[in-house]
């Protein structure tokens, strides 16, 4: 039992300095990864969608995008912006920077989602569309999307946690989230095991929620799924 | 800020030296992806339910949490505990750990995607395991497997510039310590990110042919 307390005592005693900036740390996360979310889903649907445009100077854009920031790694992403481009005159904060980063970065692979879920909707409902004459904006807008977006959502799920991953990589630009804490609590105190296990099992509540998230949309969107012909991905 | 090709004659060496660790942690970590793997996706399948239910949640775990965390994990908290590890093994076993947890759904899939019917079939004519394995099931499951393990082998390599946060001097590290000395950011981050564009880019469409090529075969059986 005493161990027990003199354990309790020498390794933990750190938590109550030094909670509330694991507290903080977890905010910048969140906020980090709730932002770069929203950034990557609007980019997604932009670009997914620039893959179907009829003009050949949108879609050969749309592919440079997305082989550049699926291309390159998302750690060197990170630096570019945050190293290089205020050497060219361009500045960003660092919570900025990682928004960015992130953001860009996950939506190159969200494109890929948007695009293939589109092509997995039924030929026949392309062509009814067209029979009906609707215009491409209203294909898109009444036909093809609401059927497309069952498809995404597993997919966008996985792609979420990826992106909780990523913003850990963010801590190397001196963004202040979770890794960054544990470091700063690590250099301080010497403990080691401690801080990092502590923010592993954070890392995991956060994204064990995010799943959580997936399946609860997935189940919404999948009412009259039933009605949809054609094969799935 | 203007681009000099000074710099870039400067840092390639070292970046040479970078990349062979690139390709080197890559590789060997993208092997220990693949063994791990298979044992994870064959504890996942264990018929008994708490082999299974076990390896599941760990496996959660691994996937649920960051590979840079991981790392750090590695590096800074084995030492404390007694084991010893070079920054390279490290981030290698680390790359193959985070991995192996995506490669094993892989295996997964692929075993479970061969047909129910294939299985009875190959019950009706008396085939022992090993025969129902390997001339029945192995042949239909591997191929669909290969793309998925190919495109893991381009994210692991995309993904290798992590190990420099613990002083692996890989690519992008090699990189990193010349602009910290030089306070030149311009030519070396610009030369890394156009090397990983030059290796994954083709190598992306190469795993696009090999998808094209194992494309799963209509067998008529479901």
Redesign the interface.
């Known amino acids: 039992m005493e161990t027990v307390f003199k354990y309790f005592q020498d390794s933990w005693s750190w938590s109550l300095e030094y909670y509330p900036i694991l507290i903080q740390g977890t905010i910048t996360t969140i906020e980090l990864t709730l932002a770069s979310a929203l950034l990557a889903l609007i980019i997604s649907f932009v670009v997914g969608l620039s893959r179907f445009s009829r003009l050949r100077l949108v879609r050969v854009i749309a592919v440079i995008y997305l ?2 920031f ?8 990170m ?2 912006m945050f ?2 481009l205020p ?2 005159g361009i500045t960003f904060p660092p919570l900025v920077a990682g928004i960015l980063a992130c953001g860009l970065n996950l939506g190159s692979y969200g494109s890929e989602v948007v695009r293939s879920a589109l092509l997995s909707v039924g030929r026949g409902q392309h062509e009814a569309a067209l029979a009906l004459n609707y215009s491409s904006y209203q294909r898109f807008r009444y036909v093809l999307i609401p059927q497309a977006i069952p498809v995404m959502i597993p997919t966008f799920g996985n792609l979420l ?1 990826e992106l ?6 963010a ?2 630009i001196t963004i202040s989230d979770l ?1 960054f804490m ?2 700063i609590i ?1 250099s301080q105190t010497a403990l ?2 401690e801080p ?2 502590v ?2 099992v954070m ?2 509540i956060i ?2 929620v995010l ?1 959580w998230f997936t399946k609860v949309a997935e189940r919404k969107f999948a009412k009259g799924r039933d009605t949809i012909s054609g094969e799935g991905v | 800020m203007d681009w000099s090709w000074e710099v870039v004659l400067e840092v390639l060496p070292s970046m040479w030296l970078g990349l062979i660790v690139t390709v080197q942690a890559a590789l060997v970590g993208a092997l220990l992806a693949y063994v791990l793997g298979l044992l994870l996706a064959l504890l996942k399948m264990s018929k008994n339910w708490i082999v299974a239910k076990t390896s599941y949640w760990i496996s959660e775990c691994v996937r649920r949490t960051p590979l840079l965390v991981q790392l750090y994990f590695l590096f800074y908290v084995l030492p404390d505990l007694g084991i010893f590890l070079s920054p390279f093994a490290a981030g290698v076993i680390g790359l193959g750990i985070h991995f192996s947890t995506y490669t094993s759904e892989v295996y997964r899939a692929g075993i479970e995607n061969v047909p129910k019917g294939q299985w009875e079939a190959s019950r009706a004519l008396n085939y022992n395991a090993y025969q129902t394995m390997r001339f029945v099931i192995l042949p239909q499951a591997i191929p669909p497997m290969i793309p998925p393990l190919a495109n893991y082998l381009i994210t692991m390599f995309k993904e290798t510039p992590l190990l420099s946060a613990i002083t692996v001097v890989e690519l992008f590290g090699a990189a990193n310590i010349f602009s910290n000395t030089t306070y030149k950011f311009l030519e070396p981050m610009t030369l890394v990110g156009l090397f990983f564009l030059l290796t994954s880019v083709p190598a992306a469409y190469a795993a696009m042919r090999l998808e094209q090529r194992f494309k799963p075969k209509n067998t008529g059986a479901s």
């Open positions: 082989e550049f699926r291309g390159t790694s998302a750690i060197v992403q630096f570019f190293y290089v050497l060219l946690i909780l991953k990523l913003t850990a990589v801590s190397l890794t544990a470091q690590r080691t095991l990092f296990f923010i592993l890392y995991f994204s064990s799943v």
